[in-house]
């Protein structure tokens, strides 16, 4: 006889990266904005991968997140999910680092992400940014690199 096991609540990405930072214990997070549905906090929850919970910004056009840690922090890798169920479009992301308090930020990462939905609607990367003594990690966001309106959207930040 086949042994089977019903899944009801399959692990999200934090699972796979058990070493990862925890966020809200460690930071402050700064934004810009958020849809009162869509709060940032979802972004440090576990609910990862194609229909996990997101944040969505409030309003169109640019948009920063900022990771403020309490004390410098040893980063190695930073993991980043989006998922775009509804629009096409390609949404430009940059991450930098500052070592001094958020006086002065450089740029490690820039990324395009293309979505065309119903197609191509969820979008994982992982970047390896050693570093150490970061005080701070900034995201920053345009979520449309073309024409039109469109909000800025993240499923899931990792950081470890």
């Known amino acids: 006889m ?61 948009q920063t997140l900022i990771l403020a840690f309490d004390a410098p922090q040893t980063i190695r890798d930073v993991c980043l999910e989006v ?18 308090g958020g006086q002065t930020y450089r740029e490690r990462i820039r990324q395009e992400f293309t979505f065309s939905p119903p197609g191509t609607t969820f979008e994982r990367e992982v970047w390896a940014v050693p570093a150490e003594g970061v005080t701070h990690l900034r995201l920053m966001i345009r979520p449309h690199k073309g024409e039109g309106p469109a909000r ?9």
């Open 2 to 62: 086949l042994r089977k096991q019903i899944l009801k609540d399959l692990p999200g990405a934090r699972a796979a990266w058990p070493d990862a930072k925890d966020i809200p214990a460690l930071a402050t997070a700064l934004v810009t904005s958020e849809a009162p549905d869509h709060p940032i906090d979802c972004l440090f929850d576990s609910k990862a991968g194609p229909g996990g919970t997101r944040w969505v910004a409030a309003n169109e056009g640019e």
């Open 83 to 100: 998922e775009e169920p509804e629009t096409s479009r390609t949404q430009v992301l940059s991450v930098a680092l500052s070592e001094d």
């Open 152 to 160: 800025a959207t993240l499923t899931t930040l990792i950081v470890r």
